[in-house]
Structure formats: C-alpha cells, structure tokens
C-alpha cells in the first residue's frame, strides 16, 4: 500500500502530498519527480506490479522519453532529490507536515 504524505514550504507557502520517492501499491509503483515546467512535485507512475507473479515490471528505463508531469503534462521532470527534499518553486528545504493528514492512494 502507497503512503502519500503532507510536505510544506515555511519560506514560501508551497505544499504537496507526495509519497517522497519510490512507492509501491498493489498494482503501481511510482516515484517522485519535479517539473522544470511548473514547478510542482509529482508523483509519476514508473511500473506496474504483476498480482499474479508478484513482479514488478517497469515501463522502460530511459525515465525522461515517456514519463510526463501529472500536472502539465511537460517531460521535463528530474527525479526529487529526496536527500534534500528541496522546494521546487524557491530552492528551500521543505518539511513533513507532522499534522496534516495523509492518505492511502492505492
Ligand atoms: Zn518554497
Ligand atoms: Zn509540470
């Protein structure tokens, strides 16, 4: 089961629900990716997991050829650098909302 959770900005207000790197779910697995284009964070699907076999397979390797920001639609995405866990709209750290509730996406 995937786990998205609250992420917030203090310098600029921005805030995002994201699982913060590699997920998986019962049927997708998916990683997060910021867009050059809008500047947001998003949580792309990478593969699927067979239910049967119980394998992961991966729609391909070259991420940048076929995977697009949810929210644009643009293929300039990077993945999120989760060591930093940097604002995409004003380069600060951001931080776990400790509060905020979270959700189950799959
Ligand atoms: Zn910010
Ligand atoms: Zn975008």
Redesign the pocket.
Known sequence: MGLQRKYRCKNCGYSVLTAAGRARGFEAITDTFT??????I?DIVIGYVDPDQEIERFLKNEASSYLK??????Q??DLWNIENKLCPKCNSPIEIDSKAEFKYWD
């Open positions: 867009c050059n284009c809008c500047h947001e998003v920001c949810g929210s644009c639609g643009s300039d995405i």
